[in-house]
């Protein structure tokens, strides 16, 4: 269960909860990583550890339901052209999520203990930082200034090249990085997309369509027990509406990113992630 006498001791824990769910709304698209912020978090209002981990991990699912929305269209066309006999983009999908998945597996227990160390989430920010630093650079260098995809007119979007086997490999290797907290899951693949000469559109979507079945995963691999458990005494109800909230903030924030990204965006999530990161690394 989650207390505030940290600091805010008039708050009460649902009200603590749904402003997890608001963090992680807007964090989980913009790459700023939502697992550092939620650590942070935790930290600050005090979170039990047997609650935490699973909490998030439900709150996830909220920001997951914000991708299928927002990616319909896609996700359609996947489920139809493997009703077709057509396996391509199934496939990189699947190619892409065996890392964090054979981490998640093997790491398990060492990942959880991360999820209760500030300091850690502080590194992972500086490392988010200086990649998009890179990423920015190589997107400029490239002249990649087209408008991205996902809920947006079909006349503004420059898709490019469709991502190879080989891009689902890197970006999924850069996924499994974002297993530990701090470390931003969508700043990591789409700027191993863009290094890898992806146009930012292509980089992005691939992005949010591989953060699917990474979900589903986790949720498959933590919420039953948690939910057995009665996620340590947290109301249904609560959790139920924070998933709600984490899912309708989350939409917002992804066309926010979707609509900013090609304009240099990075820059500033760069820095916003290199001062955070800093300033726990120094203070925590």
């Known amino acids: ?96 999520t065996i890392p964090i998945g054979v981490v998640g597996m093997l790491a398990k227990d060492a990942i959880a203990a991360t999820f209760l160390a500030p300091r850690v989430a502080g590194g992972g920010l500086v490392f988010t930082a200086l990649v998009l630093a890179v990423a920015e650079r190589a997107r400029v260098q490239a002249g990649r200034r087209a408008p991205v995809a996902g809920d947006v007119p079909d006349e503004v979007e420059g898709r490019g090249r469709e991502p190879a086997l080989a891009d689902a490999i890197i970006m999924g290797l850069a996924q499994a990085l974002a297993i530990l907290p701090g470390v931003s899951r969508s700043g990591m693949t789409i700027s191993a997309g863009l290094i890898r000469g992806l146009s930012t559109e292509q980089a992005a979507r691939y992005s949010f369509l591989m953060s699917i079945p990474a979900v589903m995963g986790a949720a498959i691999v933590t919420l039953p027990d948690a939910a057995a458990e009665g996620f340590a005494g947290v109301p249904p109800g609560i959790v139920l509406g924070a998933v709600a909230l984490a899912a309708l903030v989350g939409w917002a924030a992804l066309r926010l990113l979707l609509l900013t990204l090609a304009r240099g965006a990075f820059r500033w999530f760069a820095v916003y992630c290199a001062l955070l990161g800093g300033a726990v690394l120094a203070f925590a």
């Open 1 to 96: 269960m989650l207390t505030t006498a940290t600091v805010l001791p008039e708050l009460g824990e649902s009200a603590a909860i749904f402003l997890l769910a608001i963090l992680q709304g807007i964090t989980e698209f913009l790459p700023i990583s939502s697992s550092g912020h939620l650590v942070l978090a935790h930290a600050a209002l005090g979170s039990q550890e047997e609650s935490s981990l699973a909490l998030d991990v439900a709150l996830h699912v909220g920001t997951l339901v914000a991708v299928l929305i927002a990616y319909r269209r896609d996700v359609r066309s996947i489920v139809s052209d493997v009703f077709k006999g057509r396996f391509r983009v199934l496939i990189w999908l699947i190619v892409a």
